[in-house]
């Protein structure tokens, strides 16, 4: 977004009569080199304005014909060229040196007074500029910004002493420049207006304040606003009947194939799916890993660990059959025996590489 700058620059001296009764004053309107621009608080920063952006076509195109006010009264546009104007730019812009240069041209005769008793004896260009971060040294001095694509609105007229720069402001010279941004209103801009209009602009800046404001909570209202019915939408699907049933129809599912591993004493409230599941394929191979592994492998071996324990049941209770005799013989456990191997084929039965 553009930046709005008030840059004070050249003097006004050599001023002629026109025949309408107004005033043609040659003037240096702005520079090359690096201006120091303070802040509203207090703070500054360097920028520099390049020749090559200052000087460019398109930028020289918006100064001709541009409106003259005294001070700077904020953007000019139609809706308040005609309560601010005092007189326009002249049509022929040129590079002189470092500076551009113009006539400025004052036809309104309360102005025209007020340069002819040196009241108004200063320039400052109101314009937008893109102000972008780079750093650097031009002509021995250092900046921390440039200024790119400067398109000019208006030249303001002040009183001696506007941009601050010293007794060397008297003989055309650039003065020290400030920021105006977000259009804050300073009150080194608006020397030489009479107190209403500043409290006026003061009123401006403020109301655009709190429209800022409102308009920012507003946005924020309207994004929360978004997230309860998109939350309310979410809740109403998880509370549907059929949803519910669903729900508790596969927890209860899960426990149960749980407890087959687990035994029936197993405690699982409160429990996720996730950790019910672990904790079945855990009993099943105590080395498993489920780091970085999905609920989709999870699932799988956890149904491959009940499946297998089931299994295993089976071929024990058979087995304790047919063994029951030959224990009795041989005073051996073929039965523990039995059901250690099924354990340790149940547990790799599922394996198709890593773990």
């Given amino acids: 977004m553009p930046v709005q700058h008030f840059d004070f620059s050249g003097v006004v001296s050599g001023a002629a009569r026109t025949p309408q009764g107004g005033l043609r004053i040659p003037a240096n309107l702005t520079r090359t080199g690096v201006f120091i621009y303070r802040r509203a608080d207090g703070g500054e920063r360097r920028e520099l304005r390049h020749p090559d952006e200052v000087f460019s076509p398109a930028s020289l195109a918006t100064l001709p014909g541009a409106p003259v006010t005294i001070g700077h009264p904020g953007m000019v546009d ?34 025209v007074a007020k340069v002819d008793a040196r009241e108004l004896v200063e320039l400052s260009c109101g314009y937008e500029c893109d102000v972008e971060p780079e750093s650097g040294t031009y002509q021995g001095e250092k900046y921390d910004f440039v200024q790119k694509n400067i398109r000019y609105n208006h030249v303001g007229l002040g009183p001696k002493g506007w941009g601050r720069a010293g007794p060397d402001v008297a003989l055309r010279l650039d003065g020290m420049g400030e920021v105006l941004e977000s259009k804050e209103v300073l009150d080194s801009y608006t020397s030489g207006m009479d107190e209403d209009f500043k409290k006026l602009l003061a009123q401006v800046a403020k109301l655009e304040a709190d429209l800022k404001g409102v308009t920012s909570r507003a946005d924020s209202l309207e994004g929360e606003n978004d997230g309860l019915k998109k939350k309310v939408a979410d809740l109403s699907t998880v509370a549907a009947p059929e ?20 035994g029936p004493e197993a405690k699982l409230d409160g429990l996720s799916d996730r950790a019910v599941m672990e904790s079945v394929v855990k009993t099943a191979d105590p080395e498993c890993r489920f780091d970085g592994r999905s609920d989709d492998y999870l699932r799988g071996r956890f149904e491959a660990a009940v499946s297998g324990f089931a299994a295993s049941q089976k071929k024990l209770a058979d087995l304790n ?35």
Avoid: C, Y
Avoid at 78 to 107: C, I, L, Y
């Fill in 243 to 262: 949803h519910l049933d669903s729900l508790v129809n596969a927890r209860l599912a899960l426990h149960e194939s749980a407890r087959k591993v687990l």
């Fill in 321 to 355: 059959k047919t063994a029951s005799g030959a224990r009795e013989d041989s005073g051996e456990d073929p039965i523990a025996e039995a059901r250690k191997k099924m354990a340790e084929r149940n547990a790799n039965a599922w394996k198709g590489g890593s773990k």
């Fill in 78 to 111: 139609s809706s308040n060229w005609k309560s601010v104007s005092v007189g326009h730019v002249g049509d022929e812009v040129r590079k002189d040196s470092k500076f551009v240069s113009a006539s400025v041209v004052v036809q309104d005769a309360a102005a």
